[in-house]
């Protein structure tokens, strides 16, 4: 069985962090608490 490694994004303006097997967030993407989009967004890892 593969082991993905995956990503994390912190958002900037409440902490939400998200999880993806991604290596960037999709243009589209919000923040599911506070509604801000990806430029928000600080990768962890
Ligand atoms: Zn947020």
Same mark, same amino acid.
Request: aromatic share 12%.
């Given at each position: 069985?593969? =082991? @993905?490694?995956?990503?994390? %994004?912190? !958002?900037?303006? +409440? $902490?939400?962090?998200?999880?993806?097997?991604? =290596? @960037?967030?999709?243009?589209? %993407?919000? !923040?599911?608490? +506070? $509604?801000?989009?990806?430029?928000?967004?600080?990768?962890?890892?």
């Amino acid at each position: 069985m593969e =082991e @993905k490694k995956m990503h994390h %994004f912190r !958002c900037l303006v +409440c $902490g939400y962090v998200y999880e993806t097997a991604d =290596e @960037k967030l999709p243009d589209d %993407f919000v !923040c599911p608490l +506070c $509604g801000v989009g990806p430029d928000q967004f600080e990768q962890i890892d």
